[in-house]
Nanobody, 126 residues
Framework: QVQLVESGGGLVQAGGSLRLSCAAS????????MGWFRQAPGKEREFVAA????????YYADSVKGRFTISRDNAKNTVYLHMNSLKPEDTAVYLC???????????????????WGQGTQVTVSS
């Protein structure tokens, strides 16, 4: 089992920045990739970004490319999501996820992941 705990959400004005963190514990050696998704009220869960644990390849949704950056610190078993130029439409609960399966593609679908955190709220005011 892998446990994931997110932190760093909050309220920010449009154009501002936030950094989300996701700390993994447990059987972290089994992780192939980690990702961030978001879910706004009444909407489906949406892929944001993913990173391979080994090699560090990154993948982004078109809606966040150039504004968000995903990174990892293997020594701390932590993944970060640096969010810049935030927009009101970025408002959502942001969830961290971990996959214990290898895929050659971009890990941009929810069922690619085996473990999920509880989520952290990000609210962007206009």
């Amino acid at each position: 089992q892998v446990q994931l705990v997110e932190s760093g959400g909050g309220l920010v004005q449009a154009g501002g920045s936030l950094r989300l963190s996701c700390a993994a514990s447990g059987r972290t050696f089994s992780i192939y990739a980690m990702g961030w998704f978001r879910q706004a009220p009444g909407k489906e869960r949406e892929f944001v970004a993913a990173i391979r644990w080994s090699g560090g390849n990154t993948y982004y949704a078109d809606s966040v490319k150039g504004r968000f950056t995903i990174s990892r610190d293997n020594a701390k078993n932590t993944v970060y999501l640096h969010m810049n130029s935030l927009k009101p439409e970025d408002t959502a609960v942001y969830l961290c996820a971990a996959s214990r399966r290898y895929y050659s593609s971009s890990y941009d679908w929810p069922t690619a992941y085996d473990y999920w955190g509880q989520g952290t709220q990000v609210t962007v005011s206009s």
